[in-house]
């Protein structure tokens, strides 16, 4: 996780219009929340927990501690929260379920042996799982390319 400078770690909740933005936020390790219905008490106990509202709603940005996101594509929307919080420098990278948003445990290979695949099983030494849903996570190609295409979508644009 990462922290503020105020010592605290970012923490968010997605509205119901972000949901590609909440799973890119918990593959980059962040703990965030998906409301898949705008609910003002859940947006007013995230803010009293930490946690930033993520909004495309702009009626409801002008809120203490909620950011409108104004792209309609999560590159942009990486882009505009990496630009406000510097969230890519901060990345604790595929520590977090990207579907359920759980903390992942780091498991022997013996556990998930007859889990995954038999070619990763073979190919692979370190596996994380999820202690709620059980998927199971290792570090192939799919990891380093997801990190690429983060910092590629911070670096700032090329001026022609």
């Given at each position: 996780m990462s922290e503020t400078p105020s010592g605290r770690y970012l923490s968010f909740l997605c509205d119901q219009?972000?949901?590609?933005?909440?799973?890119w936020l918990r593959m980059m390790g962040y703990d965030t929340e998906y409301m898949r219905v705008w609910n003002k008490d859940r947006?007013?106990?995230?803010?009293?927990?930490?946690r930033i509202v993520l909004t495309r709603i702009r009626r409801y940005s002008r809120k203490r501690h909620h950011i409108l996101v104004l792209s309609d594509h999560v590159e942009g929307q990486l882009r505009q929260i990496d630009r406000e919080l510097?969230?890519?420098?901060?990345?604790?990278?595929?520590t977090r379920?990207?579907?359920?948003?759980?903390?992942?445990?780091?498991?022997?290979?013996?556990?998930?042996?007859?889990?995954?695949?038999?070619?990763?099983?073979?190919?692979?030494?370190?596996?994380?799982?999820?202690?709620?849903?059980?998927?199971?996570?290792?570090?192939?190609?799919?990891?380093?390319?997801?990190?690429?295409?983060?910092?590629?979508i911070a670096e700032p644009e090329e001026r022609s």
């Open positions: 219009n972000l949901g590609r933005l909440a799973k947006t007013r106990n995230a803010v009293d927990e930490g510097g969230l890519i420098s901060r990345a604790r990278w595929f379920c990207n579907v359920c948003n759980e903390p992942l445990v780091y498991v022997k290979p013996e556990i998930v042996k007859d889990i995954v695949p038999e070619y990763v099983y073979a190919n692979h030494d370190d596996f994380a799982q999820c202690p709620r849903c059980q998927r199971v996570y290792w570090r192939g190609t799919h990891p380093l390319r997801i990190m690429e295409a983060v910092r590629a």
